[in-house]
């Protein structure tokens, strides 16, 4: 059952869309009619595209993925920085600043001076420095914060962005398009449909309907982040459990193995000592007296009697 229902959708007037002399014809297909001279978005299909981007961010932040939130726009700029807040997800809602996605390792160093000014904010060692050094470098920090603040946490690139106004945010969705990230976004009657992975037709001019889909899109990530983060805090901890056994099982064998050892040295020791005592005793003893051998009596050979001759 779809969290945000036709009732909602009508409240917060999703179905509003721009002058007919603005629209754009591949939004064609998404909208129902016209009135007073203003196109008017089909809710029965924004419904289950709605939810079909919901059900995609919950697959995202619930795999441990991140979403980045974009809406610069001042309709969507307060939502936008406290849903993504709210979920843990990075946001860009005050300028997108060029090369955020298809320079992302010039932009991660820069992120990285953002946390070593902080640092060094936090620590009180800015006031130490003189005072031009110092005044230039509150100005690097504040101009840092201001562009980059809401990505500071953002290691690497998202899974996922979701746009709010796809023509204010128009380099956005070209660098998530051409680095295959899929984008969720808010299409109005007078944008381009194409390059959305999960277009949700909607009137992005109006600050509760861009405040319900943010908040649709950002509930679903939180629920599934917290989720993920409370099951992956569990997994953690049972391999620590896991790995403290091991350990102590490992010592207890290696206590085991190093007493064994001991005691074979010990008995070899004690062996060699007693050996070793036995061994000036015996070369003290007098000899024992071999005893004589019965001597065997010599018989005179008989000599054979001759024959004497007359001579």
Known sequence: MSETGLKELLQAGVHFGHQTRRWNPRMRRYIHGERDGIHIIDLLQTEPLLERAREFSIEVAGKGGSILFVGTKKQARDSVKSWAERSGMPYVNQRWLGGLLTNFQTMSDRIDRLHELTQLKQDGRLELLPTKERMG?????????????????????????????????????????????????????????????????????????????????????????????????????????????????????EAEERARKEAEEAAAAAAKAQQQAEAPAQEQAPPQAQPQRPQTPQHPQAVPETTQEGN
Do not use: F
């Open 137 to 253: 470098m509150e100005s690097e920090l504040e101009k840092l914060e201001y562009n980059l603040g809401g990505v500071r946490d953002m290691k690497r690139l998202p899974q996922a962005v979701v746009i709010i106004d796809l023509k204010t945010e128009a380099i956005a969705v070209a660098e998530a398009s051409r680095l295959g990230i899929p984008i969720i976004g808010l299409v109005d009657s007078n944008v381009d449909p194409i390059p959305v992975t999960y277009p949700i037709p909607g009137n992005d001019d109006s600050m509760r309907s861009c405040e319900l889909v943010i908040s649709t899109i950002g509930q679903a990530a939180e629920n599934a982040a917290t989720t993920y983060r409370e099951a992956e805090a569990k997994r953690r901890a049972e391999e620590e459990e896991r790995r403290r056994r091991e350990d102590e099982e490992r010592q207890r064998r």
